[in-house]
């Protein structure tokens, strides 16, 4: 135990009375598992909690996930998001995770000859996760809350209420509530090591956005109606997973894909809209090969959630201070809805699975997530930028070059991204004010009495 008690320093003192009481193999459990946490996010680390693990009474089969997916989830007839959401936001969710970089490693090489290969791929890596973390809070997320509440907060998030003009010119000065999160002198944990959660995982399965097919748009044609080409044929979205969907793909071009992408409204986050094509969905191996047996992911989705101890709808809205529903009747007044939930669940609303309620809350207005869903993502859209070292104390020149900073301050949207690459693409095919609408939707009106700084 003595050798317990010389680690004992490197233990949040929040946290030492706890450990104390552990037994010996629990203690050094614990010493293994705070050791990796402290790497606070690392490639490796543990995913995280908002609330304890579910204590609920009922097992991982009950109702059997299969059963709740065929009756409540699976996909009678498409219903798409109308105008506020299109493919390119559906899209973005996919994209955010991965590292594609090689057009800021030219960048880098042109203005700092003497980087090496590492030195280049860690920095353009840096910038780009810069870049799409400020593109996902001040123009994904404002269109996926669409509201002038949610406009102002999130751009407070990054620039603070003086706005971006103020922080340019004079920097980080005024705390976060002045000068945002992005840019603090260190970064705020709250004494808890950042992490993504399990609970955030949940809410952000988004599946029902994916349509039935791709719609594939003639941009070579000079028949166009209020900026919006032809459709030149659908494609199934199943032709286009794994290795095939990847040698189909290679035949479109990204111009064509993008403006495909950008008029197709994706599809709505409710009840039977989960797409059936992912419910017999080919895996793949390392390699990128077929695996023998399909998986059905919205069967998986509501088992996983049962496994790690996400807690069911009503547990969960407990634990955010959330008042739960007492019968089918507070969560809906649709009779057809209301039948389904009896089929399945019978009377005991405490069995009700989160994806499920997720889907069938009604929404704020403006909102294409439910209001349950954006309790976590209040939650983690700051905790994400204050706890992050990059975003806080690294903030800067030296860490991301100087030319790697400018450019992360002077992207404010994805249309910037893509204005960028194709010059010509939003001029000639978009109307609306951001990428992530569907492009012939109208803009977002002037407003005269400025809601930002």
Known sequence: MAFFLFLSPFIHPQLQHIVAKMTLLDTLLFYVVHFVDRLEACQGTFLGRNMPPSTSPYGL??????????????????????KQFNMIACSWIQFIVHDWVDHLEDTEQVHYPDLDD???????RLVTAAVIAKI?????????????????????????????KFKDLFGHLLGPILSGLVGLKKPRDHGVPYSLTEEFLSVYRMHSLLPDTFVLRDVTSSTTEEKCPPILHEVPMWELVGIEGERKLSTIGMDQMLVSLGHQACGALTLWNYPSWMRNLVAHDINGEDRPDPVDMATLEIYRDRERGVARYNEFRRNLMMIPISKWEDLTDDEEVIEALHEVYGEDVEKLDLQVRLQAEKKIKGFAISETAFFIFLLIASRRLEADLFFTTNFNSKTYTKKGLEWVNKTETLKDVIDRHFPEMTRKWMTCSSAFSVWDSMPTPANYIPLYL
């Open 61 to 82: 089969l009950e109702p059997h996930p299969t059963v709740v997916a065929s009756k409540l989830l699976v996909r009678k007839k498409f219903i798409d998001n109308g």
């Open 118 to 124: 590492e030195q280049l791929y860690r920095h353009a």
């Open 136 to 164: 996902h809070t001040i123009d994904w997320t404002v269109e996926l809350l669409k509201t002038d509440t949610l406009l102002v907060g999130m751009r407070v998030n990054w620039y603070g209420l003086l706005g971006k």
